[in-house]
């Protein structure tokens, strides 16, 4: 196993993904979740909240 960046934990930052709506679901409470594949493989749930940005 490689050595631990100890300077690094605890930082906070952005990170950037090129992203593909594939889903969409909206809660009783109005709460919109969505389903999107990223450039790197992911495909994951994340709330539609002003985080996210689409075109």
Do not use: C
């Not at 906070?12 to 493989?41: C, E, K, L, W, Y």
Request: hydrophobic share 40%.
């Amino acid at each position: 196993m490689g050595k631990q960046r100890e300077d690094l934990i605890g930082k906070t930052g952005t990170v950037t993904h090129q992203i593909t709506v594939v889903d969409v679901m909206v809660a009783p409470d109005g709460t919109v979740d969505v389903m999107v594949n990223d450039n790197v493989g992911n495909e994951y749930w994340v709330e539609f909240d002003g985080s996210l940005s689409l075109n």
